[in-house]
């Protein structure tokens, strides 16, 4: 029988482009959660209003 | 320790490369296209597995409603979708040259194409509702449901007259094919079953990061 190398690499190119697309998939998504989480952590309220500096603050504060 | 089971993942893979094109002989009757045979199994296999650890997850979220449990039955399901896709897929290539056709009805081939859709199915369903603990509770019943499927599509080939043939490892007694060959696909099993290991892991993580930043 003939040995259909193209069949075989077909199949074996088809699993190197899903797997390695999902992989590439997941990188991307660790990438975003990543630079959302900088980007949280470098907000300085949640009311996205700096703080004042310590010398702006009432003493009481 | 996710990044050095992708690195054994990818270095798995690689020796198993090296067993299924050097070391494993050319088949007699179907020639070099049976090399295929080192791609399709495992990803079965992994199929299999996939689901597995969803319908334990599942009935474990179900059981004590830890967020962790349905974390790791959703990974799964996503990673079992993407191995099952690629296991018809190799398959289809695979029966082309060999059977004549890309694809056939028999029982085989079939229940693995339902088991692909009802999963596929539990991915929209999780997409669909908005409620986490809600998408969590009515993905596991579908996930332990769907994963009734395995071992219709496992002993199809035994239960109904297919086209397919019948496990050569997966089955009682000793495996019915030459060492080299079985060496070959052991290897590979192995390395995509890291791989599966691997992804799941990430993903799990993934998923704990996405709760954590929307809380």
């Not at chain 1, 959660?33 to 700096?50: F, N």
């Not at chain 2, 082309?96 to 694809?103: L, M, V």
């Not at chain 2, 002993?155 to 490892?169: G, K």
Request: aromatic share 10%.
């Amino acid at each position: 029988m003939a040995d259909h190398w193209n069949f075989v690499a077909a199949a074996y190119g088809l699993a190197v482009l899903v797997l390695g697309g999902y992989w590439r998939h997941l990188r991307k998504k660790e990438r975003e959660l990543m630079t959302a989480g900088a980007q949280r952590s470098r907000q300085p309220s949640s009311s996205g209003h700096p703080r004042p500096g310590p010398a702006a603050r009432h003493p009481l504060q | 320790m996710t990044t050095l089971l992708g690195w054994l993942a990818a270095l798995s893979l690689a020796v198993g490369a090296v067993m299924g094109f050097g070391v494993a002989p050319r088949e007699v009757t179907q020639g070099n296209v049976q090399r295929i045979m080192y791609l399709h199994v495992p990803t079965a296999w992994v199929a299999y597995l996939a689901f597995g650890v969803v319908l334990v997850a599942s009935i474990a979220y179900l059981v004590q409603r830890r967020p962790g449990a349905d974390r790791v039955a959703h990974a799964s399901a996503e990673v079992g979708v993407i191995f099952t896709g690629l296991t018809i897929a190799a398959g289809s290539i695979w029966g082309k040259p060999t059977w004549g056709t890309w694809w056939t009805w028999d029982a085989r081939l079939t229940s693995v194409a339902v088991l692909f859709v009802m999963y596929l199915g539990y991915l929209l369903l999780r997409g669909m509702i908005d409620d986490p603990e809600r998408a969590a509770r009515y993905c596991a019943v579908l996930g332990i449901v769907a994963a009734l499927d395995v071992p219709l599509v496992h002993f199809s080939v035994y239960w109904w007259r297919t086209l397919h043939q019948p496990p050569s490892v997966l089955k009682p007694g000793a495996a019915t094919m030459p060492p080299a060959i079985l060496a070959a696909l052991l290897v590979n099993l192995a390395a995509f079953t890291l791989l599966y290991v691997y992804f799941v892991a990430k993903r799990v993580r993934l998923l704990r990061a996405e709760s954590e930043a929307l809380a």
